[in-house]
């Protein structure tokens, strides 16, 4: 048996820093504390202005990014918050529990505005398309479901024998859906 090693045309990238041995650390701007319990799920708003934190303490927290402070603690859910997703305009937000519940709440006062029931299972993944139309979520009931945003209707299920989905998407121009399973 005769073996060739071949050499790769380029230089193999490195992933543990500076060839010179020093490691560069940054140290935060803020740190957030308040939840009582693990956070499991963090979103920026479009704006960039606040954060929205979801626990295992069931709470939604809005977080002020410049002060590092927290503007309100959002209850509703009475599991953990698994997920959290802003809709492109930065008025919504929508979150994920392990009850399997999506719940929606307005951003300007926390009010919680709706609750989408549809899902057997933890909410993994949420998002909101770009043009603001649709959600879509994923679950540990092993099904994609896709919601109108402006009746928050249910309008489509995907459920083609799935292993377990860990992640939703969408595209940039709204028009396509990619999700991650587990193999």
């Not at 295992?56 to 997703?85: A, E, I």
């Not at 603001?132 to 402006?150: E, I």
């Not at 998407?169 to 587990?182: G, L």
């Amino acid at each position: 048996i005769l073996t060739v090693e071949l050499s790769l045309p380029f230089e193999q990238p490195t992933c543990n820093g500076p060839s010179n041995g020093s490691l560069t650390t940054i140290s935060p701007v803020h740190t957030l504390d308040g939840h009582t319990d693990k956070v499991l799920s963090v979103d920026f708003s479009p704006d960039g202005d606040l954060v929205a934190s979801g626990s295992v303490d069931n709470t939604l927290r809005l977080w002020r990014v410049v002060q590092g402070s927290l503007l309100r603690t959002m209850r509703g859910h009475p599991f953990p918050v698994l997920s959290t997703k802003f809709s492109p305009n930065g008025a919504i937000l929508a979150t994920g529990s392990t009850d399997g519940t999506i719940r929606i709440w307005r951003v300007s006062d926390g009010k919680l505005l709706r609750e989408l029931h549809g899902h057997a299972g933890h909410i993994k993944s949420l998002d909101i398309s770009n043009d603001g139309r649709y959600l879509v979520s994923c679950a540990d009931d092993f099904t994609v479901r896709l919601w109108l945003m402006n009746s928050y209707r249910l309008i489509q299920t995907i459920d083609e024998g799935m292993l377990d989905i860990t992640s939703v998407t969408f595209s940039p121009d709204s028009k396509a859906i990619a999700w991650s399973e587990i193999d």
